[in-house]
C-alpha cells in the first residue's frame, strides 16, 4: 500500500496518537468536574460530556437549559446543539459541523472541534508572562507557540513540532528552561529517544504540573502529527515549578564567552585602556577571573566587574609595554572558548590632554532640535591619534555624527539634534576622551514657524491710511525655539522704520508709521522661515479727510463665540453716505444692521469660531477713520449668560433724564455668571461721557452718568465683553429747539469671510 494511503486509512498511527492525546487533554479538564471520556468517538454523543468540558474551559454556563438525562436521540441532539451554539456565542467558528454529526460519531469532525478547543484554550486565547514579542496578536497560534519555545530555548534549532522533538533532548531543553536546574543534563544525553523523553516529561509532570496528554513513544514516533505534539507543549507556557524540586546546579564553562575590543589582535595600543566583555548568562553561576601576560611573561590578575544583572562582566586592563600580550579567561577554573586570546600591542599614539574642542555645537544652551550645529576640534601638539565623536539623545541612542578634517590639525563635527532634551557629547583622541569630555548639551525645541501666528490692523489688507499708527503683534508661545525678524517695504521698495514695543511671554508687539499711499509689504521669519500668510501686502490710503460717518461700541473691540458682537454706526454732519460692513476672520459672520431713524444703527454680528476678526465699516465703499476695527473674539463659556442681566432706571430711559444732573441706572448681574462689567456712553457729537459705576451688593451695580446737551445720548453695556438685552440704550434730555439730525442711507450689508 502507498505511503499517501496508509496514512489517509482510518486506522493511521498518528490518527491514534492525535484520538489518545486529545482524549487525555479533555480528561484533564474534566478531572474537576468528576467526568471522564473513554472513547472520544462515543462519549460525546449526549452532550453532557461536551457541555461540561466547555464549561470547565469557559469558566461559564451555558447560555440555556438542557437534558440532564437524555434517553431520546432527539434529546442528544439538543443538548449537543447548546455545546454549539454556546461555542458560537463565544465567538468560536467550528466549520461543517453540527449536532448530528457529533451524536453519530463522526471521528474526523468531532477531532476537528477538539482541535479548535485546544487552540482557542491553550494557545490563543491564556496569557503568557515570559512571551516578549510585541506582534504575538499578529501571529497565529503554531507561530505564536513555536515563537514562545524559540524563546525559552535559543541554543537549538527548533522549526517544528514534529521531527526537532524526536531525539527527546528539546523537551530536556525545555524543561531546564521552564526550571533552571531541574534538567541541567539534556545536553550530555545519550541518543536515546525514548528514555530522554520519558526522563523530560516525568519532570515536568512531577515537578511543572504538565501532565502526559501525549506519550513519550508517540511524541517521538515519526508518524506523530503536529497538533498532537503542539496540544502537548501548550501546557508549557503556564507552568509553575512546585516547592521541593530537586534543582542541580550547572556549570558549564563552554556557554561562556568574552568579545570586545581588548580581545582583537590588533588595535590595542599602549597606555590606552583595552576593554572587553566576558558573557557568563549561559554559563551558570560560576566566578570569571583574567589574567593578562606581558611579553617578558609578567602575569596579572585583573578584576571582572559585574554588570546589573551580574550575567556579564566588563573588563578593562592597560597594556605598559609593546608586543604581543596573552589574555586568559576562566569560568569556574576553566577555559572558555578561545582563551588564551592572543593580542597585539602597538606604541602608544598621542597626547589625548593636548587637543581641545569648542564651537556652538558644545554650547550648553543655544541649539535647538532639527537644526544642524557644529564644534572644532583642535589637535595641533598632540601627536597622532584618531579623532572621534560620540553623541547621545536624551534617550542614550546614538546620533549620527559627522566628522571632517579641515587641515591645520583642525578637525569639524557637525550633526543635527532631533529632538529636544540632554544631549552627551563624548571627544576621543586616540581612543581615550579629551579634557571636560564629555559634555552635556541642552537642545531646545525645534523652531516651528508654522505655530507662529501674526494679528493686528497694520496686516490687513486694506484701511490702513497715512499718517496713521499701523499696529501688529506676532504670537511664537508655540513656534519652539528661533529668531523672529521683522521687515516693512514701502511702495518703493524701501526699508521703512518698525518699532518693537513691549513683549512678554513669546508674544511680541509692533507699530510702524507709513507717510505715502500704496501697497506696503511687511515680512515675518521665525527660524529664518517664513511664518503663515508672510509676507502680507498692505494697502495703505491717502488721508481719511472729513468723515461722514463715525463707529463705536463693544463689537469693535471683542465678543464671545455664538453671541452677537454689537457696535453703533453714527452720521457725522449734513452729507448723506451710503454705509456698508464686512467681516473678516477664522469664520464667517451674520451681520445684522438696524436703523434707528435718528442718524445711527445697531450693528451685530456673530462670529462662529473664536480668533481676531477685522470689522470693516466703510461709507461710500471706503473705509471710515479707524477701519478696520480689530475685535477678539473669545471661545464661548456656558457658565456666562449675559442675556440675565437686568439694567433699568431713568438714566436708560429715552426721556428719564435731565440736562447736566445725574442720571442714575442699575444693572443686576447676580445671574448671569462672571463679568466684568462694562459700560461706555457717548453723546451725539461722539464725545465721550464719564459712567460712574458704584458696586452696592451681590452683582448689583448703581450706574450714573451726567447728560451734557440736549442730543441724543447712546449708552452701551457689556458683561463679558457680550452686549446685554436692549443695549445700546439711547436717551434724549428735553429741551426746545433740538437740532434737526441727518440720516445716512443704511446699504450695502456685507459678509465678507477669509
Keep these: 500500500m502507498p505511503v499517501t494511503e496508509k496514512d489517509l486509512a482510518d486506522d493511521a498511527p498518528w490518527k491514534k496518537i492525535q484520538q489518545n492525546t486529545f482524549t487525555r487533554w479533555c480528561n484533564e479538564h474534566l478531572k474537576c468536574v468528576n467526568k471522564r471520556i473513554a472513547d472520544l468517538q462515543l462519549d460525546l454523543s449526549d452532550g453532557l460530556r461536551l457541555i461540561a468540558l466547555l464549561e470547565v474551559l469557559s469558566q461559564k454556563k451555558m447560555y440555556r437549559k438542557y437534558h440532564a438525562r437524555p434517553t431520546?436521540?432527539?434529546?442528544?441532539?439538543?443538548?449537543?446543539?447548546?455545546?454549539?451554539?454556546?461555542?458560537?456565542?463565544?465567538?468560536?467558528?467550528?466549520?461543517?459541523?453540527?449536532?448530528?454529526?457529533?451524536v453519530d460519531g463522526n471521528m474526523k469532525l468531532i477531532l476537528g472541534m477538539v482541535w479548535t478547543l485546544i487552540l482557542h484554550y491553550s494557545i490563543s486565547m491564556p496569557v503568557w508572562e515570559d512571551e516578549v514579542d510585541d506582534e504575538a496578536e499578529k501571529k497565529t497560534p503554531k507561530q505564536r507557540l513555536l515563537g514562545w519555545i524559540q524563546n525559552k530555548v535559543p541554543d537549538l534549532p527548533i522549526n517544528n513540532f514534529s521531527r526537532d522533538w524526536q531525539s527527546g533532548k528539546a523537551l530536556g531543553a525545555l524543561v531546564d528552561s521552564c526550571a533552571p536546574g531541574l534538567c541541567p543534563d539534556w545536553e550530555t544525553w545519550d541518543n536515546k529517544p525514548s528514555d530522554n523523553a520519558q526522563e523530560a516529561m516525568q519532570l515536568a509532570d512531577d515537578w511543572l504540573g504538565i501532565p502526559q496528554v501525549i506519550a513519550p513513544e508517540e511524541i517521538i514516533d515519526p508518524s506523530v502529527d503536529e497538533q498532537s505534539v503542539m496540544t502537548y507543549l501548550s501546557q508549557f507556557p503556564k507552568a509553575k515549578l512546585k516547592p521541593g524540586a530537586p534543582l542541580k546546579p550547572k556549570l558549564n564553562p563552554k556557554k561562556a564567552r568574552a568579545y570586545g575590543p581588548g580581545l582583537e589582535p590588533v588595535g590595542n595600543r599602549v597606555l590606552r585602556p583595552a576593554v572587553f566583555t566576558v558573557d557568563a548568562f549561559s554559563a551558570g553561576q560560576g566566578q570569571v577571573t583574567v589574567y593578562v601576560e606581558d611579553p617578558e611573561g609578567t602575569?596579572?590578575?585583573?578584576?571582572a566587574v559585574p554588570n546589573e544583572g551580574k550575567k556579564t562582566f566588563s573588563v578593562t586592563y592597560i597594556p605598559q609595554v609593546m608586543g604581543h600580550h596573552k589574555v586568559t579567561v576562566l569560568f569556574a577554573g576553566q577555559q572558555i572558548p578561545k582563551s588564551p586570546f592572543e593580542v597585539s600591542v602597538d606604541k602608544a599614539q598621542g597626547d589625548p590632554t593636548k587637543v581641545t574642542?569648542?564651537?556652538?555645537?558644545?554650547?550648553?544652551?543655544?541649539n535647538i532640535a532639527n537644526k544642524p550645529t557644529y564644534f572644532d576640534i583642535y589637535t595641533a601638539g598632540a601627536g597622532v591619534g584618531d579623532v572621534s565623536a560620540f553623541i547621545k539623545d536624551p534617550q542614550g541612542r546614538p546620533l549620527e555624527a559627522m566628522v571632517e578634517d579641515k587641515g591645520d590639525s583642525v578637525f569639524r563635527c557637525t550633526y543635527k539634534p532631533t529632538q529636544q532634551g540632554p544631549h552627551t557629547i563624548t571627544v576621543t583622541f586616540g581612543g581615550i576622551a579629551i579634557p571636560k569630555s564629555p559634555s552635556t548639551v541642552n537642545i531646545g525645541p525645534a523652531s516651528m514657524p508654522g505655530a507662529c501666528r501674526a494679528t493686528g490692523r497694520g496686516l490687513q489688507p486694506?484701511?490702513?491710511?497715512?499718517?496713521?499708527?499701523?499696529?501688529?503683534?506676532?504670537?511664537?508661545?508655540?513656534?519652539?525655539?528661533?529668531?523672529?525678524?521683522?521687515?516693512?517695504?514701502?511702495?518703493?521698495g524701501m526699508e521703512e522704520p518698525?518699532?518693537?514695543?513691549?513683549?512678554?511671554?513669546?508674544?511680541?508687539?509692533?507699530?510702524?508709521?507709513?507717510?505715502?499711499?500704496?501697497?506696503?509689504?511687511?515680512?515675518?521669519?521665525?527660524?529664518?522661515?517664513?511664518?503663515?500668510?508672510?509676507?502680507f501686502e498692505v494697502g495703505v490710503g491717502p488721508e481719511a479727510g472729513p468723515q461722514k460717518i463715525r463707529a463705536w461700541g463693544p463689537g469693535l473691540e471683542g465678543g464671545m463665540v455664538g453671541k452677537s458682537a454689537?457696535?453703533?454706526?453714527?452720521?457725522?454732519?449734513t452729507d448723506v453716505g451710503v454705509l456698508g460692513f464686512a467681516i473678516e476672520g477664522p469664520s464667517q459672520a451674520k451681520i445684522e444692521c438696524e436703523d434707528q431713524n435718528d442718524g445711527s444703527c445697531d450693528v451685530k454680528y456673530w462670529p462662529s469660531e473664536a480668533g481676531e476678526y477685522a470689522v470693516?465699516?466703510?461709507?461710500?465703499?471706503?473705509?471710515?477713520?479707524?477701519?478696520?476695527?480689530?475685535?477678539?473674539?473669545?471661545?464661548?463659556?456656558?457658565?456666562?449668560?449675559?442675556?440675565?442681566?437686568k439694567a433699568y432706571g431713568p438714566g436708560l430711559e429715552k426721556s428719564g433724564c435731565v440736562i447736566n444732573k445725574p442720571a442714575e441706572f442699575t444693572v443686576n448681574t447676580k445671574d448671569a455668571g462672571t463679568g466684568p462689567l462694562k459700560i461706555s456712553a457717548q453723546s451725539a457729537e461722539g464725545g465721550p461721557l464719564d459712567v460712574k459705576v458704584k458696586k452696592t451688593g451681590d452683582g448689583v451695580y448703581a450706574c450714573s452718568y451726567t447728560p451734557v446737551a440736549a442730543v441724543k445720548h447712546t449708552v452701551a453695556i457689556t458683561w463679558a465683553g457680550v452686549s446685554v438685552p436692549n443695549s445700546p440704550f439711547r436717551v434724549r434730555p428735553p429741551q426746545d429747539n433740538v437740532p434737526e439730525q441727518h440720516t445716512t442711507s443704511l446699504e450695502g450689508n456685507k459678509n465678507k469671510h477669509i
Design 299 to 303: 602575569r596579572e590578575e585583573v578584576k
Design 357 to 366: 574642542a569648542k564651537g556652538p555645537g558644545l554650547d550648553a544652551i543655544g
Design 498 to 535: 518698525v518699532k518693537q514695543k513691549e513683549s512678554g511671554d513669546g508674544v511680541f508687539n509692533y507699530d510702524y508709521y507709513p507717510h505715502a499711499p500704496g501697497k506696503y509689504t511687511v515680512t515675518i521669519t521665525w527660524g529664518g522661515q517664513h511664518i503663515p500668510k508672510s509676507p
Design 72 to 102: 431520546f436521540r432527539q434529546m442528544k441532539l439538543e443538548n449537543v446543539s447548546v455545546a454549539l451554539e454556546f461555542l458560537d456565542r463565544e465567538n468560536i467558528r467550528l466549520v461543517s459541523i453540527d449536532s448530528k454529526a457529533i
Design 566 to 573: 454689537d457696535f453703533v454706526a453714527e452720521s457725522i454732519g
Design 616 to 645: 470693516h465699516v466703510m461709507c461710500d465703499d471706503d473705509d471710515i477713520e479707524d477701519s478696520p476695527f480689530m475685535a477678539y473674539i473669545v471661545p464661548d463659556n456656558q457658565d456666562i449668560n449675559p442675556s440675565l442681566v
Design 462 to 492: 486694506r484701511g490702513v491710511r497715512v499718517k496713521q499708527v499701523a499696529d501688529f503683534r506676532v504670537d511664537t508661545r508655540n513656534a519652539g525655539s528661533g529668531d523672529l525678524k521683522v521687515s516693512v517695504k514701502g511702495p518703493k
